[in-house]
Antibody, heavy 118, light 106 residues
Framework: QVQLVQSGAEVQKPGASMRVSCKAS????????IHWVRQAPGQGLEWLAV????????RIVPKLQGRLTTTTDMSTTTIYMELSRLTSDDTAVYYC???????????WGQGTHVTVSS | VLTQSPATLSVSAGDRATLSCRAS???????LAWFQHRPGQAPRLLIY???SRAKGIPDRYSGSGSGTDFSLTITRLESEDVGVYYC?????????FGQGTKVEIK
């Protein structure tokens, strides 16, 4: 069965970087895209990026360009999302989701809580 | 930009809920989806391509619309339908979600 399993919660200091992993299983990684979405406390869903794992091609929301990068380890079918120069505004639950080139789909990771605090 | 209304919808159990999602410009209906999000859970895909129900979604959920105006209708509202509902679209080289509509039982 299709599963996306994310890494555990993180606490980071302002200015540091965070890295969330999303291990995919139950399907061929190159057949689908991976979307990254976050939800800050009390806020709605925010779309961050979409990754083509097979081509290492990533489209990123303009406000995070220059701070967000993604990598794919095909040997472990794991996609990584790294966000640098963290501020308190980056405190959120981060999700990965399998989808098409354009939209997130039916399979999501369990979410990773990231807290940015001094 | 996707604008959802109302922000909160209080509906009696058994009644119908209609949620609106308005785009700032015409969008391709192929790239419009709806998600349900309950606290502590991952979002759940309900509808894709404006009106196609995702696997396992009951037929109480239906989507419609075109151009700039889209809607999600939930009939015979049940307690399990409580949550926040988001429309989702990809356009202009980036994805986006509406700000959400919270559905509660009156």
């Amino acid at each position: 069965q299709v599963q996306l399993v994310q890494s555990g919660a993180e606490v980071q200091k302002p200015g540091a970087s965070m890295r969330v992993s999303c291990k995919a299983s139950g399907y061929s990684l190159t057949n689908f895209y991976i979307h990254w979405v976050r939800q800050a406390p009390g806020q709605g869903l925010e779309w961050l990026a979409v990754v083509d794992p097979g081509e290492t091609n990533t489209r990123i929301v303009p406000k995070l360009q220059g701070r967000l990068t993604t990598t794919t380890d095909m040997s472990t079918t794991t996609i990584y999302m790294e966000l640098s120069r963290l501020t308190s505004d980056d405190t959120a639950v981060y999700y990965c989701a399998r989808g098409s080139r354009f939209l997130a789909g039916a399979f999501w990771g369990q979410g990773t809580h990231v807290t940015v605090s001094s | 930009v996707l604008t959802q209304s109302p922000a909160t919808l209080s509906v009696s159990a058994g009644d119908r809920a209609t949620l609106s999602c308005r785009a700032s410009q015409n969008i391709d209906s192929t790239y419009l989806a709806w998600f349900q999000h309950r606290p502590g859970q991952a979002p759940r895909l309900l509808i894709y391509a404006t009106s196609s129900r995702a696997k396992g979604i009951p037929d109480r959920y239906s989507g419609s619309g075109s151009g700039t105006d889209f809607s999600l209708t939930i009939t015979r509202l049940e307690s399990e339908d409580v949550g926040v509902y988001y429309c989702h679209h990809y356009g202009g080289a980036a994805g986006t979600f509406g700000q959400g509509t919270k559905v509660e039982i009156k």
